[in-house]
């Protein structure tokens, strides 16, 4: 009787977790088949891993996001944004260079290389458009951006906490599972440092609100932003990989 009722417990989850980790996956693993997707590449595994998101609909075990936590996703998404660029940013390099060639050196995935100077090139609107350009954007915002919170917090984090994960409270806070999954989301990012530091903001912020959706808005405000600065300031390593 009790294998019984643990067969039904562990078939009660499978789907949801299918549709927390199925368009991550789908992300990974068109990237590796297709190398480094810039231009219409993008475009695609942007267009097929929403599309999975929207079939999946990981949502459906979830409220829908509370107004009053829309503050503070603007302030962690702006915060996580300014902490991934600014040891690489031209001020640092400027008036901080040996900041700048440690961060660079040891911030960055492979440890002790420097950056090719031409590195992302090809996701300029000159190389590509500006079309796909902003394809590049607005993926990385509402695409990846919000697969990442179901995979990471939605789903990796509470499964850590109980294999029936859709009956662990998201509020509920335990040190190893939380910087954990900040490390493993930090090291996904060649920005290692800045992928650490977002992973713990965002990972606070869904103890903090239990609000899934608050973070996701808060990941795609900082993927949003870090587009419009990658333009703005021609940095476009940080697209790259």
């Excluded at 335990?174 to 713990?200: D, N, T």
Aim: proline share 5%; aromatic share 18%.
């Amino acid at each position: 009787m009790e294998q019984d009722r643990q067969v039904v417990v562990e078939e009660s989850v499978e789907r949801p977790t299918l549709a927390h980790v199925v368009p991550f996956v789908a992300w990974l693993f068109i990237a590796y088949v297709m190398g480094d997707p810039d231009g219409w590449k993008y475009a695609v595994r942007s267009a097929v891993c929403l599309g999975l998101l929207v079939w999946l609909r990981p949502w459906q075990w979830y409220p829908r996001m509370q107004v009053r936590n829309v503050p503070l996703a603007v302030v962690v998404g702006v915060g996580v944004c300014w902490a991934w660029i600014v040891g690489e940013s031209h001020w640092v390099r400027e008036h901080l260079p040996a900041l700048h060639d440690v961060y660079v050196r040891y911030g960055i995935l492979p440890w002790g290389e420097l950056r090719e100077p031409d590195i992302g090139l090809g996701y300029t609107p000159e190389a590509t458009g500006w079309p796909l350009t902003l394809v590049r954007i607005a993926g990385s915002a509402l695409a990846i951006g919000v697969i990442e919170e179901f995979f990471w917090r939605g789903w990796l984090y509470r499964w850590m906490l109980g294999r029936n994960f859709l009956k662990v409270d998201p509020g509920t806070f335990e040190r190893y599972a939380f910087f954990g999954v900040a490390a493993v989301f930090a090291v996904e990012h060649k920005e290692w440092l800045g992928g650490f530091v977002a992973g713990v903001a965002y990972g606070w912020m869904y103890v903090k609100t239990r609000d899934i959706w608050a973070v996701a808005l808060a990941h795609a405000i900082t993927n949003a932003l870090l587009g419009w600065y990658v333009i703005e300031a021609g940095a476009y390593w940080f697209w790259s990989g």
